[in-house]
């Protein structure tokens, strides 16, 4: 359980750490009155020889050593006091207990949600495209796929501020769970203009507050089991963010998917943006692939016919065919299987 910082301020400090924090000098003798401790052991040390800063270890070790209660909030009052007047060196050293509080004692969970909370603001008036970058975030597996139909639903009466605060919400949540996806949102943010910035403010504190060995552990995604249809939504997903970054014409693609699955439907409303169709599409063929893997390579097909999209097209079928058995079945006998036709090119 994390201690607190007051638990932290009553622990007693070591000889080092006051030694190199709470460097008096010449201050020592007043330091160790206001201290309470025995006069003449003061006067003992004072008259003995060697420098200042030799004087002012054996103060603080006579106080550790004889004072049961010895704590860092103790020091911090003493130094405060007005016949010390040591304020510069009080602040300076709550400054650094809260480094080394931070360092030692808050766990890592904690911090990736800190630095994220420190962001959210300017990611909020930053964030203008939240759908495409919900579509990263799930290719990343940082968001759920509840939350990308959340995103990708058209819905008049659904506000830009009203998707963002789905998807921070769903960040917040995911990092809460799991503190190490801070580092993917971040490269995902990164890879986003108008969020680079913040993306890259992220991972530096990232790495900064958090350490490797703590972030050592990070387990890598298995292979899906489950279904066929499992699995294909998985090879899908895995290529969600070109998907959702290289398709330029969304309409025409969702016309000629319909007309390989008809069941599908891709009803593309009017005047919406580029990415909005990119969107409608995208949640098409993910329904259409949870109802049947094999809709997967139909949309291959169709991936292949466009010239920005069939690199792409190539990847996601070499992945479907190291996955099922029948990966080498013709699209014909597919589009035979499902009751669909091919368009003829």
Known sequence: MENSFSTFL?????????AEHVNVSTNWFIVGTMLNLDQRRLQSIREQGGSDTQKMI???NLWLNTTPTASRRLVLETLRITVVGENTLADEYKKKLEELYEATCVPPSTKAVSILQRNSQSLNEALVSPVQVSQLLYCKRCISEATLDEMERMDQ???LDDKKTTLLTA????????????????????????TRHIGNEIMTKYEEKISQEDDSAVVQPQEVAGSNEDRASDILRNN???LSQLITQPVCMARRFHEKVISVSCNMPTGVSVSDSRAVLLKAVRDAVH????????????LRKFSETAH?????????KQCFHDGN???EEIECLLGTAAISQ
């Open 157 to 159: 009466g659904r506000s």
């Open 329 to 331: 079945s013709s699209i």
């Open 58 to 60: 054996d103060m603080f």
């Open 291 to 302: 109802s049947n893997y094999k809709h997967l390579e139909l949309f291959v097909t169709v």
């Open 240 to 242: 969600y963010g070109s």
């Open 10 to 18: 009553s622990a007693t400090p070591t000889i080092k750490e006051l």
């Open 171 to 194: 960040i917040q949540e995911t990092v809460s769970s799991d503190y190490r996806k801070l580092k993917d949102i971040a490269t995902v943010l990164s890879d986003v203009e108008e």
């Open 312 to 320: 792409i097209g190539d990847a996601i079928f070499q992945k479907y």
